[in-house]
């Protein structure tokens, strides 16, 4: 760890780079209707979920339809040395869309086609606008399923751009490990594939990976082959109260050390149920609460739900309900990704700023609930839910974006969060992204040294800094 | 799939650059007795397990010790431009440690620690020289394992430059998945770490995977971070012969699709059967076979037997033979690791040229087949083992190494081998890396525009290409 960073800026630094009338025409000429500059629109795609306070929307907004599209698009602004933001469906958390230094944003949300789906090969390809939803939609007659659920439905461009992952990656990874490859648009406006379908590859740098979690800053993604998985033949949801955060969290640790393949084990606090319910109409019993899902033969799941009872149970676990019904377990999984938009509107007019540290397993009781500590001695309302199978967990610390006091609070809580969780190993995001908000803890976490041969690296590949700058690293 | 290239050189094109006595002094003075210019160790440096002619040897080998030594050897070589090539043990296939361009071997066989064990957090940090057998023995009192097993015991850190797999991989993934986190010298000598040990991060570009498969031409890798697993509570082993090797591999694909969580399924064929039963005294009936494990519960491990059992009886399998000891696990996956060595050993003075392709799990049993064909057509002698339920596979072809014929009828099936499976979307190299021998390969597969790419990040981090240099990508 490093020598503590100061606490986020609240107001984003906005370096606007010129846009100049000659390319706003020629972006017209060549885009006729898929170019606007309405300001609704250009505002809609200057923000994301984020609780940034706004900064000028870009400048316009092209609708990319093809690979093509895009390329003429990336062209034409690197001709001008103007940003590029691509856009999906504006559900990030960290102020990725923001246009601070202006520029063009360049939304794939029309590229919306299953381009093949290779069910013998648990293979699918896709354009980079197409949904999870969507995509499990169009896929669900092969009796396969694409896990990654990052809660929102989010588009898989935007998923692969920022590393997604959600409440099935205790089982099947994150976007990491199921991209298997990529067709993207470099800088310069060329396009280069970055893998094979084939599942494991030795073939030179991992140009994949590269591009996962890259947040735009690298190029734009035009098409993404992602794994799928064979839907399981039993699948069984629980949900278990306990007394105390510290009984839910030892559980799960335990349940992780002994290897138990659990496809989804999430944590609710008690104040969250109670939003939940409120929310979404359940009976949840409001005490913090494990939510889990088992995956596998109907052997399979009987045996790994027992091995959980038991762990539970040694854990002052109790209540355990079962949701076997798919109807059942849609709704209680709808109320866990609703968790946010409950305790948003718990709060009239407010935003949350959301944590995301992960660190490893063993630390992750002791990560917790002295944040769980701190945050109850500010009296902020906040809401926690967490992947922590993973060792993953989001605070929404539940601000009035007007106060700057409350905004000064919740921001103070984030950075303890963070310091606390690199100093047990663990990192500033498990699952969010780098964005605007988090560029002083990637530098505490990752060092000084790591973060300038990703400079280094995005200097080579964008040597104008045209494709999403002001993100991940600071100038 | 892009214009076929020209056979590989079967002699690499060397282009020596000058070692000054200025640098040889320098490093004599630094490293003492870790320095030597004898010729018999520069010799064992300068080649891997791969079949090409000898190129001149290093001009010296340094033996690192520490991170610093490391530091201080590349920022030696790098004050004189001189290249760096880093050593483990050796067991490379593809020519990664000729010393094409001259330089020094860095050899990091002593950093053989076992740093720390996370045995909560199933992860553990490694120096680079421990070797895969040596990692499990120190970690089996934790009852942890290190599933990934290319066969030779290579060290962690040759294992992880080369992007490594091997039998378990089916199950457990590859090096891509189960590296954490490393720490790496760079070509200026600096020591940066690329990650945490957080299960999963979203914390900026990733490091970690770019220098996955670099093959030592992005820096030195001087620390791992890997992920355990918990011993399995049952694990079975059993072979099953076929008529075919068409019924062997749809056997297979079929396992695959319906998402037998199977742990390792290789297929040998029958001919190579014969010359692993001569060369480890065994009795395996001499058909084409599967040699799998079962790994989970006691219950889960039969269940997923049967299944595979039913399966394979569809496709004439037979003489199901169980191996339920660990000694008779050991004597067969021993055999198995041993079948390179029974094959080079059946032709003395041979040298094996292997094939390394990876395809789509629906195209496998095309790919593989029609490859069997033309290696039959030609009579050259060869063995066929692989990691079939990943799609990858090898053939060995056996050649005089100084018949030139020989080595043209090889290098040509190789040819045409990896020609199809990149037309089948997979790639020249599931396992081994490109090194020397694939790098027209590699062009075929990703593309000028990607190898490109490749070449950028390597001249941004090393631009005097000390690193490695005249491997993955050619100038």
């Excluded at 606008?129 to 939609?137: A, D, I, P, S």
């Excluded at 530098?443 to 790591?450: F, K, L, M, S, V």
Aim: charged share 20%; hydrophobic share 40%; proline share 5%.
């Amino acid at each position: 760890m490093n020598a503590p960073t100061p606490i986020a800026h609240v107001t984003p630094e906005v370096h606007l780079r010129e846009v100049p009338a000659a390319l706003l025409a020629a972006l017209k000429d060549r885009f006729g209707a898929q170019f606007s500059e309405a300001l609704a629109v250009r505002e809609q795609h200057g923000r994301d979920e984020s609780a940034f306070t706004t900064v000028p929307p870009p400048a316009a907004v092209v609708f990319a339809e093809s690979t093509t599209d895009v390329q003429d698009a990336v062209k034409l602004c690197a001709q001008y040395k103007v940003p590029v933001i691509p856009f999906g469906v504006g559900s990030s958390l960290e102020g990725h869309l923001l246009a601070v230094q202006g520029g063009i944003s360049l939304d794939v949300g029309r590229m919306n086609k299953v381009l093949s789906i290779n069910a013998e090969d648990l293979t699918v390809t896709v354009q980079p606008g197409v949904t999870r939803k969507q995509l499990n939609e169009e896929v669900k007659s092969t009796g396969l399923f694409f896990p990654i659920d990052p809660g929102a439905d989010a588009s898989l461009g935007g998923m692969t751009a920022t590393r997604a992952s959600g409440t099935n990656a205790v089982r099947y990874g994150t976007m990491r490990e199921n991209v298997l490859a990529l067709e993207v648009v470099t800088a310069r406006g060329e396009v280069v594939r970055t893998g094979t379908r084939a599942k494991k590859s030795s073939a030179g740098y991992d140009l994949t990976r590269l591009f996962v979690g890259s947040e735009g800053t690298l190029g734009v993604i035009t098409e993404v082959t992602l794994r799928l998985y064979p839907l399981p033949e039993a699948v069984s949801a629980a949900t278990c109260s306990f007394p105390t955060i510290a009984d839910a969290v030892n559980t799960v640790i335990q349940i992780i050390q002994l290897g138990v393949p659990i496809a989804r084990v999430e944590l609710i606090d008690a104040n969250t149920v109670g939003l939940v319910n409120r929310h979404s109409k359940l009976n949840l019993r409001e005490q913090h609460m494990l939510l889990m899902e088992f995956h596998g033969s109907p052997a399979g799941v009987r045996e790994q739900a027992e091995t959980v009872q038991d762990i539970a149970s040694e854990h002052q676990g109790a209540g355990f309900e079962w949701a076997d019904t798919p109807e059942e377990r849609t709704r209680l999984w709808t109320a866990r990704h609703n968790a946010y938009f409950a305790a948003v509107q718990s709060k009239p007019g407010c935003r949350a700023i959301s944590t995301d540290t992960c660190v490893p397993i063993s630390r992750l009781a002791d990560c917790l609930l002295d944040s769980v500590a701190e945050a109850d001695a500010t009296g902020i309302p906040y809401f926690l839910v967490g992947h922590v199978g993973d060792g993953n967990f989001h605070f929404g610390y539940l601000i009035d974006p007007d106060s700057a006091e409350e905004r000064a609070t919740a921001e103070a809580l984030n950075h303890q969060l963070v310091a606390r969780a690199i100093a047990m190993d663990g990192t500033c995001s498990g699952e969010h992204g780098v964005g605007l908000h988090k560029m002083g803890f990637l530098r505490d976490e990752a060092g000084e040294g790591a973060v300038q041969m990703m400079r280094t690296i995005k200097h080579a590949l964008d040597p104008d800094n045209i494709m999403n700058p002001g993100k991940v690293f600071g100038a």
